[in-house]
């Protein structure tokens, strides 16, 4: 575990799976120190010794300026700036973890994309909960699948942050490269809504592939979907045109489109008629929109927001609906103005 090359400002990384390990392996490659951790020692042992992510990013080898930190009191204390990308259903907990670690200069950005675990809180409130407001915070969101990001394929992402200096410090770090550009603006609000709700619906647009609707109906989905997570968030203080931006319609469009997506793979195979746990089996990995279809759904009922997607698809996954009679109470909605 070499900790050198220590010429820039370097950033720790809190999560090794595969969104995790592509954004280290971005930071690292513009020159950065990067410090990687992950909760399973085996996995990090395998990290260092192989130096890629065989499991999910498969003969990407890892910049020379990213170190496995297996410790996460080590971790914590190499860098001031920290990037949580655990997925949503341990988000507190990492929290909780890292709180007698921390010292009054660190900062903390999130790649996690969802909503709290049963309370459908929002991340922010998860982290203001736990340490208050003395920390700058960021939130990273937008369409970037890893396999992408990490095989330096051009991606570009947005970041929110209510401290102006910590979003452009880390817009420097991640921008400078010639395939990675980052758009900054101080809507955390909507950068994390956008992110979080997009799984729900990439969800829906997989079920209706999977049940060998069209184009037609794909398109629909993506066009009301973005309506209604719209409709959501302005209700809670959200700036409209994030949505238009790339954590919102961006990446709605990326992960209802692109079979890179694990939600929408899920989706397609509920619409197959497969089970939700056989599904998930399956994909192996994080799918953020499942559990989340149910925290949406709560937090819209909260509001009294009308989101018939997202109350379609929960119908779906929790209350045994089956697909098709979701797509017909949908369809037979009555009708409206666009
Ligand atoms: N993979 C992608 O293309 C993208 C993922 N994201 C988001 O990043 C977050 C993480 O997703 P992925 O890396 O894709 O997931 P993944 O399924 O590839 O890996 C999940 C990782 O979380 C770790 N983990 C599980 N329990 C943990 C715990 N108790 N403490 C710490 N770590 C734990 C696992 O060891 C595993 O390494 C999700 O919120 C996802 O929506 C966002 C953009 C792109
Ligand atoms: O968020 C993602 C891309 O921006 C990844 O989507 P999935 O979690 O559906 O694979």
Known sequence: MSHTHI????????????????????????????????????HCERLSTERQNRQFLPDIAFPESLNIEPDLG???????????????????????????????????????KGLERDTGRLLQEVVEEQLGNRYPLAVLSGPTFAKELAAGLPTAIALASHNEQFALELQARIHCSKHFRVYINNDMLGVQLGGAIKNVIAIGAGISDGMGFGANART???????????????????????????SGLGDLVLTCTDNQSRNRRFGMMLGQGITAQTAMDNIGQVVEGYHNTREAYLLAQRYGIEMPITEQIYQVLFC???????????????????
């Open 7 to 42: 010429t820039t400002s370097p950033i720790t990384v809190l999560g090794a799976g595969s969104y995790g390990s592509a954004l280290a392996i971005a930071f690292s490659r513009n020159g950065y120190p990067t410090y990687l951790w992950g909760h399973d020692p085996l």
């Open 74 to 112: 080590k971790a914590i204390q190499s860098a001031r700036d920290l990037l949580i990308v655990v997925p949503s259903h341990v988000f507190g907990e990492i929290i909780a973890k890292i709180k007698p670690h921390l010292r009054p200069e660190h900062r903390i950005v999130w790649a996690t």
């Open 220 to 246: 629909a989905l993506i066009t009301r979907g973005i309506a209604e997570i719209t409709r959501l968030g302005v209700a809670l203080g959200a700036n409209p045109n994030t949505f238009m931006g790339m």
């Open 320 to 338: 045994g609906k089956n697909a098709k009679e979701a797509a017909v109470a949908l369809l037979g909605r009555e009708k409206k103005e666009e």
